[in-house]
């Protein structure tokens, strides 16, 4: 076979490394989806921190002979070598690419699949009552913050959501009891005003999304909508959610 592939040329054989890490992903995403079937969505999350572990590492290492770039610990030498802004930086570039993940599969289903975005919407929806549980336990662990912290770890978490990196957010203490979460600057809205687009009407994904990642954080935090699109706001925020224990 290797034979046979060293007669490819080499588009086709870039073709067919690129055909490679999208396999990877897309067999990543169906382990962990049957092992919440088979196991639960706690258990997933756990066995996905395992085996990240150890694939992370394992992929890093065959790129790196494959590719000639040296290591360091485990992490490419040219992102070790970077300085702290420009990791910031690259955070930041790596949301976008989070976010346009996200974005690109909901037009696609909306072009192709669709009618009044019903199904785009539902898929959405439904995505973020898994995706924002899983965020928040990934968060807590790297963060090292405590099962059931109440606001004050959610309030923590809640600043370094991929959402975050790319929003502009405001968490404000209103009360010993309660904490205000309002989106300053959505990346997404900002750009349907930009092209004379109206609001997506994003409260339906919005309520699934804070509820499920607060839930995560703590199952005693309680999530409600103050105001989210398709509701009318003031032209200093998007949406705002208050939570409460």
């Known amino acids: 076979m290797k034979e046979e592939r060293s007669q490819l040329d080499k588009e086709t054989l870039l073709s067919l490394f690129f055909d490679s890490l999208h396999l990877t992903i897309l067999h990543y995403g169906l382990w962990f989806r049957e092992t919440e079937h088979q196991l639960g969505l706690d258990k997933a999350i756990k066995a996905d921190s395992l085996a990240w572990q150890e694939l992370l590492p394992a992929t890093i290492g065959r790129l790196g002979q494959g590719l000639g770039f040296p290591q360091q610990s485990g992490v490419p030498q040219a992102l070790a070598n970077l300085s702290k802004e420009a990791l910031v930086d690259l955070t930041e570039e790596m949301a976008k690419n989070w976010l346009a993940c996200d974005g690109i599969w909901f037009q696609t289903i909306e072009k192709n699949y669709d009618y009044e975005m019903l199904t785009a919407k539902r898929i959405n929806d439904t995505n973020w009552v898994r995706f924002s549980y899983i965020e928040a336990k990934i968060i807590m662990s790297r963060l090292g913050l405590p099962e059931n912290g109440g606001l004050p770890a959610l309030k923590e978490a809640l600043k370094y959501r991929q959402y975050a990196l790319v929003n502009q957010q405001e968490i404000v203490e209103a009360g010993d009891n309660k904490l ?49 699109p398709p509701d009318t706001h003031p032209d200093t925020w998007w949406c705002a959610w208050e939570f409460t224990v």
């Not at 349907?192 to 409260?203: A, E, N, S, T, V």
Request: proline fraction near 4%.
């Open 180 to 228: 205000i979460f309002r989106m300053i600057d959505c990346r997404v809205q900002a750009a349907r005003k930009k092209r004379g687009l109206p609001d997506y009407p994003c409260k339906s994904a919005g309520i699934v999304e804070y509820s499920r990642f607060a839930e995560g954080i703590d199952a005693r935090i309680q999530t409600r909508c103050i105001g989210c």
